[in-house]
């Protein structure tokens, strides 16, 4: 069993309204040091081995799990440790 | 300049149904391999430096960041690259 963590991330240039919101927020809490904050997604699957695996990773990033137009992922492939 | 990276997770044991949701539909969409999905979320922060980066960095997160009843965190700190 691997466990693939994929990071789902907007692309650079593309508005962030919440993690505009998140940052203001924070401002406005007194924290004047936060500069600027940017959300992302990320989901962590736990994958049966088979062959292939990168590809189908990519192919289901861009069918399922992200938005190509205007997201960007990566993903980091893992043993996975049985709980 | 810091870049903090907070990651924010459903406890082990609350249900995600955004994650079921992604690991079913990727199921459906011939990807068998699947046997679960979690999703969680990560924000990106720039950071001026200053004292106690750490300790302000867990109020932030508990006061605004992460719902503490049902999510855990876990945040890293990196220097921050100038783009």
């Known amino acids: 069993m691997k ?4 990071y789902i991330t907007l692309k650079q240039g593309v508005l962030d309204p ?3 919101a998140i940052g203001e927020s924070l401002n406005a809490l ?10 992302g997604k990320f989901i962590e699957l736990q994958v049966d081995e088979g062959p292939n695996l990168e590809e189908r990773m990519n192919e289901m990033c861009d069918r399922l799990l992200a ?7 990566r993903f980091q492939v893992e043993e996975a440790v049985q709980s």
Chains 1, 2 share one sequence.
Do not use: F, H, L
């Open 30 to 39: 007194g924290y004047q040091e936060i500069v600027d904050a940017r959300v």
């Open 3 to 6: 466990k693939v963590t994929v």
């Open 18 to 20: 919440e993690g505009k």
């Open 67 to 73: 938005n190509p137009i205007i997201e960007d992922y």
